[in-house]
């Protein structure tokens, strides 16, 4: 015991003189507490320099010979926090490549998609006496841009429900209005750095691109275009954009570069707003089908980033594939699976897939694999057809012509169920049933034909003509009107 003392005396004598002798015995039970003080310092002096190894060991006030020793121990210490909350908060504060952000985010996407639809609720918007809405897009967190049936352009506001008319491009020595009662605005789209958007004009079959988010007029392509309505609109960059008519040709316009750097004057010395009339750089025509050779109305298109193509949908059946460069160099045409009313297309980047809907399922073509490993979907809502679609990752939203909205998970190759409460301690399960949103009544015109053909049937479900996602605010807009061409009226939700 007496050599023990004597020990401890003289090891303390060397650690406050720093003496470089060699490293004392080891002898665990009277080490261990002198140990874990001198530990516990360096691990302050540490955090609290940032000079590495020895050196911050010396800053602190540790000798030599203990400072290399220590630090070698640090590493099995626990030195950080893995728990949710300290991840969601370094995250909140910027932290920057932090493991797992990606998986994480992702996770949470994924989980949002899958939650989202049985989590909205929806708030319908008056529209007056509008006719059908044809076509939408998001121009900003609370303003949706609309065509109508009736041939009217119009912004409405979705937290006051203000609407906004815009005037509609004429055709350059036309003063005379080509609008047909059965036609209207079938398109709107929006270029990918949303600074133009593009639609039909007064004509029909005429282009419109506005500048935005002024929506001021830029140019109307009016001259040796299409020869019947535009059906369908796909932007290939911030200045091309293609269009398609019911006369069975795609076209592809060009757009001056200098409009969306706002080098060209928008208005003359009176304040009236002008704009250039412009022609088509390369135009296509639908090749001819043996079946249906009088049918070759384009009614969809839509553009694969990726890829450079553009796929096309025609009413005689058939998908078609360009080559999109600076002009359209047609790739192949296929036969569909199921031919009658072919009205809408979708394309999914992530997945390399197109969809078609048709009139009563959704047919998904990669253009890439001969053999098509995901099976059609049948919507089974009476045979009113598909009407509208869009994909977002993996779950495609299907607009059907008897007011409902389905949602389909490619991956699973399922739709998605609604979940219940088995009793009131468990948690939410899945029942089995498809879910299925609802959309209100909207507006119908009681006229003569309503009352002599339909009988004064009073619900009459509203086709869901188009739908667009505004994906940051968590909010999903509606529109539509009655299906048969006779009726009247129109259908704009808000689905938040």
């Known amino acids: 015991m007496a050599n023990t003392g004597a020990t401890r005396r003289h090891r303390r004598r060397r650690a406050a003189t720093a003496s470089a002798a060699r490293p004392p015995p080891s002898r665990a039970p009277q080490q261990t507490g002198s140990r874990k003080r001198k530990a516990a310092g360096v691990e302050g002096g540490a955090g609290s320099s940032s000079l590495p190894g020895p050196a911050a060991a010396a800053a602190s006030g540790t ?37 797992g952000l990606a998986g994480f985010e992702g996770d949470l996407r994924n989980y949002g998609v899958l939650r989202l639809p049985e989590l909205l609720r929806e708030r319908q918007l008056a529209l007056g006496p509008l006719n059908k809405v044809f076509a939408s897009q998001w121009l900003n967190a609370r303003q949706v841009v609309c065509g109508t049936k009736c041939n009217t352009l119009f912004v409405v506001d979705v937290h006051t429900g203000k609407i906004t008319r815009i005037p509609l491009m004429q055709d350059r020595g036309n003063g005379e209005t080509h609008t047909q009662p059965t036609c209207g605005i079938h398109a709107i789209q929006l270029n990918p750095s949303k600074t133009l958007l593009a639609t039909g004009g007064e004509n029909p079959n005429s282009l419109a691109v506005y500048q935005l988010p002024t929506l001021d007029p830029v140019c109307l392509g009016d001259r040796n275009g299409h020869r019947d309505w535009i059906f369908a609109i796909a932007w290939m960059s911030d200045t091309v954009v293609v269009s398609g008519s019911r006369d069975g040709t795609v076209a592809l316009w060009r757009v001056d570069p200098d409009i969306s750097s706002g080098n060209i004057p928008w208005h003359n010395n009176s304040e009236i707003p002008r704009y250039s009339h412009i022609h088509p750089r390369d135009m296509e025509a639908i090749p001819r089908a043996t079946t249906n050779p009088g049918n070759r109305k384009v009614r969809a298109l839509a553009f694969s980033g990726k890829n450079q193509e553009l796929g096309a949908v025609s009413l005689d059946g058939y998908f ?38 048709s009139q009563s399922h959704v047919s998904f073509l990669d253009p890439r694999q001969r053999q098509q490993n995901i099976r059609p ?118 689905w938040s």
């Open 63 to 99: 000798g030599h010979a203990e400072g290399p020793l220590l630090l070698a121990k640090r590493p099995r210490r626990p030195v950080a926090c893995h728990s949710l909350v300290h991840y969601l908060k370094g995250r909140a504060l910027g932290d920057e490549g932090h493991p």
């Open 377 to 494: 979907l049948c919507s089974r809502e009476g045979g009113t057809g598909v009407r509208s679609l869009s994909f977002y990752q993996h779950i495609i939203t299907v607009g059907t012509g008897h007011g409902s909205l389905l949602f389909y998970d490619i991956r699973a190759q399922k739709f998605l169920e609604e979940r219940a409460l088995a009793s009131p301690d468990s948690f939410l399960v899945r029942t089995g049933r498809k879910l299925k949103l609802t959309c209100g009544r909207g507006w119908l015109n009681q006229d003569e034909l309503w009352v002599n053909y339909f009988g004064g049937t009073e619900e009459f479900p509203n086709a869901l003509y188009t739908h667009c996602y505004n994906w940051p605010e968590m909010k999903l807009f509606v529109g539509g009107g009655p299906l048969p061409s006779g009726l009247h009226g129109n259908y704009a939700g808000l």
């Open 320 to 357: 078609h594939l360009w080559k999109a460069r600076s002009s359209l160099s047609r790739l192949l045409s296929l036969r569909l699976p199921y031919c009658r009313e072919n009205v809408c297309l979708t394309y999914c980047d992530e997945l390399s897939l197109y969809a078609v809907g």
